[in-house]
Nanobody, 115 residues
C-alpha cells in the first residue's frame, strides 16, 4: 500500500518548535503540489500549507510567519518547520498531495502544545 508516513510530532510548550517529516514510499518528483494538513480535536481536517515542485509555497493565515514547508525530492520527503507554537496548533498532522488523495492518507503525527 502506497502511503505517506509522518513523524516528528510530540509534546511542546507554547513558543516551542517542532520539525515534522513526511516520507513517501516512491518518488515525489512527479507530484506537483505537496501539502501538510491537520485535524484538531472536534474539527475537520484542514490544509495548513502546500508547496509546488518549483518551491512556491502557500500558508493559511493562522500559521503564516511561524511555519515553513519545504521538500527534498531526492529524499522523497516533505518537511514542516513549526516555530512559535500555540495551543491552538494542537492537532494530528498529515501530509498528502494537494488536493489530497484518499488512498495516500497515513496515520499522521500528533502535535500537542501545552504548558
Amino acid at each position: 500500500q502506497v502511503q505517506f508516513v509522518e513523524s516528528g510530532g510530540g509534546l511542546v510548550q507554547p513558543g516551542g518548535s517542532l520539525r515534522l517529516s513526511c516520507a513517501f514510499s516512491r518518488s515525489i518528483f512527479s507530484i506537483n503540489i505537496m501539502g501538510w494538513y491537520r485535524r484538531a480535536p472536534g474539527k475537520q481536517r484542514e490544509l495548513v500549507a502546500h508547496i509546488t515542485s518549483g518551491g512556491n509555497t502557500y500558508y493559511i493565515d493562522p500559521v503564516k510567519g511561524r511555519f515553513t514547508i519545504s521538500r527534498d525530492n531526492a529524499k522523497n520527503t516533505v518537511y514542516l518547520q513549526m516555530n512559535s507554537l500555540k495551543p491552538e496548533d494542537t492537532a494530528v498532522y498529515y501530509c498528502n498531495t494537494y488536493p489530497p488523495r484518499v488512498e495516500y492518507w497515513g496515520q499522521g503525527t500528533q502535535v500537542t502544545v501545552s504548558s
